[in-house]
Each structure stands twice: as structure tokens, then as C-alpha cells.
């Protein structure tokens, strides 16, 4: 699994979702935090890519965290529904 780092895109003064619209396929934007990650045996670390610097990995036990992690999050940019209908058409 992979995320962006909130932290340094506050850091270098960027809003959360700055990287957003250059997700290819994302229909919403949701946060976990840290804690959330450790309290499911998960652990988020800082893994810079070439096109973004911001990239984070995660890892650990995700197999048994994905359904957990899928239904307590924070909505950050709302679900497009309709992007979401398109992709799940396989559009």
C-alpha cells in the first residue's frame, strides 16, 4: 500500500491533497493516521519516488488491516461517485 505523507507536504507548506488530481484512477481522498497503522500491526514509513517526493510505504500485516483500514478513515476529498461508478465498470 501506498500513501502520501501529510507531514512533509505540511512541511514544505502544502495542502493534503495537493497531490490528488495526479492519482491516476482515484475517485476520493481519505487519511489514516499513524496510530492507526501500529494499532493493526502496520508501519508507515517515508519512501520517495523520482516523480514524488512525498510517496510513503506501508507495511506489515495489510492483509488482515485493508477491510479495517477501508471503513475508518477521514474523508479528505469526498467520493466522486461517478468516477467511481466509471471504475468499477472497468472505464
Same mark, same amino acid.
Given at each position: 500500500m501506498s500513501v502520501d505523507l501529510e507531514q512533509l507536504l505540511h512541511e514544505d507548506g502544502k495542502p493534503t491533497d495537493a497531490l490528488f488530481p495526479n492519482v491516476p484512477r482515484a475517485v476520493a481522498l481519505v487519511g489514516h493516521t499513524v496510530e492507526q497503522y501500529k494499532a493493526k500491526a502496520c508501519n508507515a514509513h517515508h519512501q520517495p519516488l523520482d516523480? !514524488? %517526493?512525498?510517496?510513503?510505504?506501508?507495511?506489515?500485516k495489510l492483509e488482515k488491516a485493508r477491510r479495517w483500514?477501508?471503513? !475508518? %478513515?477521514?474523508?479528505?476529498?469526498?467520493?466522486d461517485q461517478d468516477l467511481a461508478k466509471a471504475a468499477s465498470n472497468g472505464q
Amino acid at each position: 500500500m501506498s500513501v502520501d505523507l501529510e507531514q512533509l507536504l505540511h512541511e514544505d507548506g502544502k495542502p493534503t491533497d495537493a497531490l490528488f488530481p495526479n492519482v491516476p484512477r482515484a475517485v476520493a481522498l481519505v487519511g489514516h493516521t499513524v496510530e492507526q497503522y501500529k494499532a493493526k500491526a502496520c508501519n508507515a514509513h517515508h519512501q520517495p519516488l523520482d516523480e !514524488n %517526493y512525498y510517496h510513503g510505504g506501508v507495511d506489515g500485516k495489510l492483509e488482515k488491516a485493508r477491510r479495517w483500514l477501508s471503513k !475508518n %478513515y477521514v474523508e479528505i476529498v469526498p467520493v466522486d461517485q461517478d468516477l467511481a461508478k466509471a471504475a468499477s465498470n472497468g472505464q
